[in-house]
């Protein structure tokens, strides 16, 4: 053999000795399950979807340490930690005034706001209602609707219930009205005594359920709807979520409906249930998926803002902000769209 082959011979063993040491070993065990990803990685790459588009409309900076002035805000016992929490990360960086945030429920929030006229921010669990705002038009004030965020509505049983991991909307109204046990909502459930805990109807999550739930059941009239749960044995009302909480765990008989941050901070007690088959989560509330997910909001008034420098500045802060809170207050963000359109009537109504 002569040199040149026995060159030729010798690069190429290296070559593939090279080749061989870069490749993976080769695996002999059981294949390995596939690894699902956390869900917090998933709520971050949602919230990542929704704000991460540039946006249309940018806001003023807003200094906190040089706002002063005292801020009113009363409502929705549902929008009431989120607002809580930009409060108090306003304060936080240095805001020297006065924040009064009442959790009253969506329509005793607007009694203040457009009645009473004691309010500066109205906290809101659904739209205003057209009574409502006639009501603030005469006393001169004009509401302006922020879009701050999305929930999904928890229908939760105790932690202690192993019978029951979904219901159908028709079986939800039955749970709320006219069944006495659960087995008149399912055969194979218990025939125990159901345990019925609603919010009270200030609360704009009582207006919600009503609409969503009880008057589809009830051949779409709404006050047919309402009267169905009004009228049913044994419900406690309540416009304490933390009640509503207690009374649910208290029980694997029990059944309750409120905002889904409250479900959240409470899971070594109580557990939403599935609805139609949909699990209330990001994914689903922002895509509408799951059936009782909702709109949340702000109000408050162009003259107001601008007589009130503290309460725009505290508007701007919050719209500015509010996607970085939301998931930490137990919601979902509002999509870009949306926060836009609030932004829009933001400058709008301060006349910027």
């Not at 087995?183 to 805990?197: K, L, M, N, T």
């Not at 137990?330 to 009537?345: H, I, M, N, R």
């Amino acid at each position: 053999m002569t040199r040149k082959p026995v060159l030729w011979l010798s690069v190429f063993v290296l070559i593939m000795v090279f080749l061989a040491s870069c490749a993976p070993p080769p695996d002999i065990s059981t294949p390995a399950p596939a690894v699902t990803e956390p869900a917090a990685e998933v709520t971050e790459q949602l919230v990542t979807a929704l704000t991460e588009p540039a946006m249309g409309v940018e806001l003023p900076v807003v200094d906190p340490a040089s706002v002063s002035g005292d801020i009113i805000s009363a409502g929705s016992s549902t929008v009431f930690p989120l607002t809580e929490a930009v409060a108090e990360q306003f304060e936080n960086e240095g805001y020297a005034g006065k924040i009064t945030i009442d959790s009253i429920g969506t329509g005793a929030g607007f009694s203040r706001f457009c009645e009473a006229g004691e309010t500066d921010i109205s906290n809101a669990s659904r739209e205003i209602k057209d009574e409502e705002v006639a009501l603030c038009q005469a006393i001169g004030r004009e509401p302006v609707e922020f879009r701050v965020g999305t929930d999904a509505l928890a229908v939760v049983v105790s932690n202690d219930n192993d019978f029951v991991q979904d219901l159908r909307l028709e079986q939800l109204a039955l749970a709320f009205s006219t069944a006495q046990t659960w087995a008149d909502v399912d055969p194979s459930f218990p025939a125990e005594p159901i345990q019925r805990f609603s919010p009270g109807t200030d609360s704009g999550t009582f207006d919600y359920f009503v609409e969503a739930v009880m008057t589809p059941a009830n051949g779409d009239d709404a006050d047919a709807g309402k009267a169905a749960i009004l009228e049913s044995e044994g419900t406690q009302f309540s416009e304490d979520d933390n009640v509503l909480v207690q009374g649910v765990a208290g029980s694997p008989y029990a059944i309750g409906y409120f905002g889904f941050a409250y479900a959240q901070e409470n899971t070594d007690l109580i557990h939403p249930l599935s609805v139609e088959g949909i699990e209330p989560n990001a994914e689903t509330a922002e895509s509408n998926e799951y059936p009782l997910s909702r709109p949340l909001f702000i109000y408050s008034d162009a003259g107001i803002m601008q007589a009130k420098p503290q309460v725009a500045d505290f508007i701007n802060y919050y719209l500015t902000n509010v996607n970085d809170l939301i998931l930490d207050v137990g919601y979902f963000p509002a999509s870009v769209e949306a926060l836009d359109t609030s932004k829009q009537a933001y400058l709008d109504a301060s006349g910027q």
